[in-house]
């Protein structure tokens, strides 16, 4: 759980810092905040996406093992 609460510290990093650029960027268009905030906006596309992965294979198990279950009933499933 610990690494869940490092990503959730690094959102919120990464959010202020976010909403700081949009704050300047409300003084007058800069190419260079614009970009900027759109190379935040992925960071934080990133995080959120292992913090989705990390979830589910918390809840779920690793990936191989769901695929070898899913298998595994498949083929109970066909020999029934």
């Not at 976010?18 to 190379?39: N, T, Y």
């Not at 292992?50 to 695929?67: L, M, P, S, T, Y």
Request: charge should be negative; proline fraction near 1%; aromatic fraction near 4%.
């Amino acid at each position: 759980m610990n690494i869940i609460a490092s990503i959730h510290d690094e959102i919120d990093t990464v959010s202020e810092e976010r909403a700081e650029l949009w704050h300047r960027l409300s003084d007058g268009r800069d190419p260079e905040l614009v970009r900027q905030i759109k190379e935040l906006d992925e960071k934080l596309d990133a995080l959120w996406n292992e913090h989705r992965a990390i979830r589910a294979r918390i809840r779920f198990g690793e990936r191989e093992q769901i695929v070898k279950r899913a298998r595994a009933e498949e083929r109970l499933e066909r020999a029934a």
